[in-house]
Nanobody
Framework: QVQLVESGGGLVQPGESLRLSCAASGSIFSISTMGWYRQAPGKQRELVARIVSGGNTNYADSVKGRFTISRDNAKNTVYLQMNSLKSEDTAVYYC?????????WGKGTLVTVSS
């Protein structure tokens, strides 16, 4: 069983930055694909960024150049550095761990971007 715990959300003004963290339990973190997803009010959950075990990343077009996903396998932690935040980035952000046959989600952390 894997548990994912997100942290780092909060209220910020447009243009500011936040760093989200997701700590994973268990022993499969280093061989898993880690992702950050978000769900805004009234919208479907969408992929924000993903990093595979080898370190390759991909991003939603809406966050390219502003967000950076990274991972620390020694700490079983994945990060999402969010810069130049916009009001449209307001959402609950969820951490995901994927390995063939396994798919785990955190409970989410709220990010609110508002002046």
């Amino acid at each position: 069983q894997v548990q994912l715990v997100e942290s780092g959300g909060g209220l910020v003004q447009p243009g500011e930055s936040l760093r989200l963290s997701c700590a994973a339990s268990g022993s499969i973190f280093s061989i898993s694909t880690m992702g950050w997803y978000r769900q805004a009010p009234g919208k479907q959950r969408e992929l924000v960024a993903r990093i595979v075990s080898g370190g390759n990343t991909n991003y939603a077009d809406s966050v390219k150049g502003r967000f950076t996903i990274s991972r620390d396998n020694a700490k079983n932690t994945v990060y999402l550095q969010m810069n130049s935040l916009k009001s449209e980035d307001t959402a609950v952000y969820y951490c995901n761990l994927y390995h063939p046959g396994l798919d785990y989600w955190g409970k989410g952390t709220l990010v609110t971007v508002s002046s």
